[in-house]
């Protein structure tokens, strides 16, 4: 009987352990999956770089203090930096086709101060060629320039006017001058094997109503979008073939033309590959990005 009383308690202490720890388990799952759970859904946040060095919007970035990111999607290297009183972006292209689609049909940066991606202040620049403008030279996209031409501006067509979005009225656009009394600095530069090199500087109070509240928030974020033109083709001529006759394009969806990701089919040329390129925006969002108050 002694045995059989041995038993039952030992079973029942089994018993006892096995649903307190069932118990502990279920408590402290309900601490940690919502830390888990937000982990995952937070996208990552982008530091901002301190300006501490007065950076020269010229399209080089040799006063540029950290390395560049690199965005697989898009193919586009990006980098943000801030001080007290502007918003400073670079943005670095390497695929000829996309600096080719800038050139033709425009480059939009959107700056969201909500943090929330949405398209309500732009600035457009280069605004892109009229259908009139045509190539300084017929270089094609993969042979070097000239010494003497290399870093060259963009040519002149192209340069001395920008257009701005949701500035003065939201959901209205104006086209100034470059260095109008905005205060927004910009510049582009070809490097010599296709590419393109960009800079950008925004005063902060052309675009927050209290930088320095904004500044001292730490919950304050901001998104920043960059999106190219694309060539609309014609559907009429042969639903997008490159035979087609181009169109203007502001972003957004092609409507007829290459494979979605600006992929090559079988069979495709280069140069097919790279007009079906051409008729789908490039675009790339940096979705959230916290300003520094100081290095």
Known sequence: MGI??????????????????QIAMRYYSYLILPFLLSGCSNKPIHNSTWNSNEIIIDGTFLDWKT????????????????DHTNLLLCLKVTEPSVTNKIMMRGLTVWVDTTGKQKKNLGIKYPMGRSR?????DQRTPRQPMPEQQRERPVRPQIQNRMELIGFKERGKSEVVPVGDTTGIEVAV?????????YEVKIPLQVILKDPDEFLSDTEKLISVGFETGYIKMDSSTGGGQTGGRMGGGGGGRPSGGGPPGGGRPGGMTPQQGSMANMTQATRLWIKQIKLVISE
């Open 4 to 21: 059989n009383l041995h038993s039952k308690w030992s079973n029942r202490r089994i018993e006892i352990i096995i649903k307190t720890m």
């Open 67 to 82: 390395d560049l990111t690199y965005d697989k999607k898009s193919k586009l290297l990006y980098n943000v930096a801030n």
């Open 132 to 136: 009139s403008m045509r190539p300084a």
């Open 189 to 197: 530069k070809e490097d010599p094997y296709g590419g393109m090199q």
